[in-house]
């Protein structure tokens, strides 16, 4: 069973950063892509990031400019550094991947992330 923990997260005033870390149990290589989603209370999940085996990255546009996705297939983690936060970034950030060889979705089981003074 496939096991993603995400770390990393916390109370940062705005313009701060942080950055989110997410492991893996096992190679990463076996994940097509993997990502990072947010969940805002009253709000439906939504992706903030994402990056292919082949090092495709994709980001909404209320992030681009401000956090970079990357991965270190050698310790099969990925990284969200997240700059210049605003209050509106506050949520649940949760760590995604996607197995084509069974299409199976895995997610960890989220980090708090508050911006606020």
């Known amino acids: 069973q496939v096991q993603l923990v995400e770390s990393g997260g916390g109370l940062v005033q705005p313009g701060g950063s942080l950055r989110l870390s997410c492991a893996a149990s096992?190679?990463?290589?076996?994940?097509?892509?993997m990502g990072w989603y947010r969940q805002a209370p009253g709000k439906q999940r939504e992706l903030v990031a994402d990056?292919?085996?082949?090092?495709?990255?994709n980001y909404a546009d209320s992030v681009k400019g401000r956090f970079t996705i990357s991965r270190d297939n050698a310790k099969n983690t990925i990284y969200l550094q997240m700059n210049s936060l605003k209050p509106e970034d506050t949520a649940v950030y949760y760590c995604?991947?996607?197995?084509?060889?069974?299409?199976?979705?895995?997610w960890g089981q989220g980090t708090q992330v508050t911006v606020s003074s």
């Open positions: 096992g190679s990463i290589f076996l994940f097509y892509a």
């Open positions: 995604n991947a996607y197995r084509p060889s069974d299409r199976n979705t895995f």
């Open positions: 990056i292919t085996r082949e090092d495709i990255r």
